[in-house]
């Protein structure tokens, strides 16, 4: 029996209909019906459809997730609360209460199963998607070291350690979007393969805490579980397990002290991985501990090679210059050019991508508008520089990838001694300080580009 088929039976007006029996409602409720009674709290749904069936007892299983949890078909659902509902109705004729109870058409019955619907679709499509999107972008990940590209050192190292049965503890630090954790977790699938990933490492990140108290509980309890040699395939299985801790450069001082102490305490059982950006913040007695790879900026042929085949693969049409010019605002970031290049993608949806496509995504300002700054700074007119100041931030321009993009193009300007310049830098680092600390962009513009005519007017 159809759903709305079963509601119109239930919706009639003999003995066995809801019109029959009060319905739960409150005129108080902005939504027009809501849980009301007695003794009991009204629940207010973020959803009209959804709130109208909700009733004040116990073990209330209305959500749809929970609707999905039991895998019942949404006719029993509905049934069942119908029922319910009833049930409640003749309870309280017997008990001879008076709630304050209204009564509910047929179309607002209607209307809410139309709800309830409405929403377990919408909800099975997202799951849907996202899960197909998940599992589509786990198949992207990389699962071999050799995959790993332009970081050939500490691919020839980790291979090595790959096929004997040492394995030491590793540093891994360098610029952002180079490979650090995706040559971890690929070196870490390939010892302990698919089914013994789970239970032998454990991955903590910026994200979740890591004070001392993470250190000395987590941590060591994990460090401290021993392990078998043998995997579900038969193949060996190294015989400890593998901590990952990604940036790590943002870990206390006391955090760090605490973890001297484990690695040292647990080293036959348990290696660790450190990932940071700058090895300067790791204090001396954990970097001596473990061996020290840095990961280098990938070169721009690198990027546009792999970017070239994510477009191939996806059927994504491009021009040359746009993926050149997305290569040169990555700065040897891989994991950045992917993403400007999947948010390009959308932005031009079924249409080829162009250079004007990057620079709208990236946020990268045109080289005419640098030009004219640097044009006015050169005339001396204090009023003009004001207005074109004005005008380029009203446009939108972040005024720190303005700073950046001034400072390559002054930095190629030979009418410009070495002093003058290093007297603008200096200026554009202060700058660029005090617009990290939340200070005013006009404000600090106006300052960097007085600097600048200053230096200008003196040549």
Known sequence: ???????????????????????????????????????????????????????????????????????????????????????????ALRNKTTPTWVMMPRDRLLLAAQGIILVYIIYQAASTTYNHLKAKDRLKQTKKVSDVAYQDEVVAVLTKCLAGSDFPNL???????????????????????????????????????????????KVKKFAQFSVITTRSDGMYCPPFKLIILDECDSMTKAAQAALRRTMERESKTTRFCLICNYISRIIDPITSRCAKFRFKPLKDNIIEKRLQTICNNENVQYEPEAITELVKCTEGD??????????????????????????????????????NLYQVCHSGSYEKLTTTVKNVLLEGYAAHQLLLQLHDYILGQMALGNEQKAIIFEKAAIVDGCLLDGADEYLQMMDFLCTVMHQLCRS
């Open 334 to 371: 891989m994991r950045k050019a992917v993403t400007f290049l999947q948010s390009v993608a959308r932005f031009r949806t079924n249409m080829t991508i162009t250079v004007a496509d990057v620079h709208e995504i990236t946020g990268i300002i045109p080289e005419s508008v640098i030009e």
């Open 171 to 217: 540093l891994f630090y360098g610029p952002p979007g180079t490979g650090k954790t995706s040559t971890i977790l690929a070196a870490a699938h390939e010892l302990f393969g698919p089914q013994l990933f789970r239970d032998r490492v454990m991955e903590l990140n910026s994200s979740d805490e890591r004070g001392i108290n993470v250190i000395r509980e």
């Open 1 to 91: 029996m159809s759903l709305f088929r079963f509601l119109s039976n239930k919706v009639g007006t003999g003995s066995g209909s809801i019109a029959g029996a009060h319905t739960v409602a409150t005129s108080s409720s902005p939504y027009g019906a809501v849980a009301g009674g007695h003794g009991h709290d009204s629940h207010v749904a973020p959803w009209e459809g959804v709130n109208l069936w909700r009733t004040p007892f116990k073990g209330d299983t209305d959500t749809v997730t929970q609707v999905k949890r039991t895998k019942g078909t949404l006719d029993r659902y509905v049934e069942n609360r119908v029922r319910r509902i009833q049930q409640l109705q003749i309870e």
